[in-house]
């Protein structure tokens, strides 16, 4: 299977200085498990691919990091997965907009969220 491992950008205010980007573990512990049964891999760490992208995302918040259309064009047409880490309740707003853009995008894909937020809220990440 060709699968797309994902780690959105981050949304801050401007006046942030919290906008380092850090390693996404979770992401490589389970790279490291599907490179073992043989599949087909990519990683994309939008906040650290995109450490200099910043863009306004409503008023004063900002998104840092590569946006829904960047990331769109490094995944391979004929994807199979595309998995999420969403991990942060402040990030929601953006990361729901990445699923529904992906989502049109590549229409027969099979979307998989995991993370502290959904893990925390699944039946509101559903819904949303």
Same mark, same amino acid.
């Given at each position: 299977?060709?699968?797309?491992?994902?780690?959105?950008?981050?949304?801050?205010?401007?006046?942030?200085?919290?906008?380092?980007?850090?390693?996404?573990?979770?992401?490589?512990?389970?790279?490291?498990?599907?490179?073992?049964?043989?599949?087909? *891999? $990519?990683?994309?760490?939008?906040? =650290?691919?995109? #450490?200099?992208?910043? !863009?306004?995302?409503?008023?004063?918040?900002?998104?840092?990091?590569?946006?829904?259309?960047?990331?769109?064009?490094?995944?391979?047409?004929?994807?199979?997965?595309?998995?999420?880490?969403?991990?942060?309740?402040?990030?929601?707003?953006?990361?729901?907009?990445?699923?529904?853009? *992906? $989502?049109?995008?590549?229409?027969? =894909?099979?979307? #998989?969220?995991?993370? !502290?937020?959904?893990?925390?809220?699944?039946?509101?990440?559903?819904?949303?």
């Amino acid at each position: 299977m060709k699968i797309f491992l994902i780690k959105p950008p981050i949304l801050h205010k401007g006046v942030s200085f919290a906008r380092y980007a850090t390693p996404p573990l979770g992401l490589a512990y389970i790279a490291g498990s599907l490179l073992k049964e043989g599949h087909e *891999l $990519k990683v994309i760490d939008a906040s =650290a691919e995109g #450490i200099n992208d910043k !863009e306004i995302f409503k008023r004063d918040v900002f998104v840092f990091g590569l946006n829904k259309e960047k990331i769109a064009q490094k995944i391979d047409k004929d994807v199979d997965i595309i998995c999420f880490s969403f991990m942060f309740t402040s990030n929601w707003l953006y990361d729901k907009e990445l699923i529904n853009y *992906l $989502k049109l995008k590549f229409p027969k =894909a099979t979307l #998989i969220a995991g993370g !502290e937020h959904v893990n925390a809220m699944p039946e509101h990440s559903l819904r949303n």
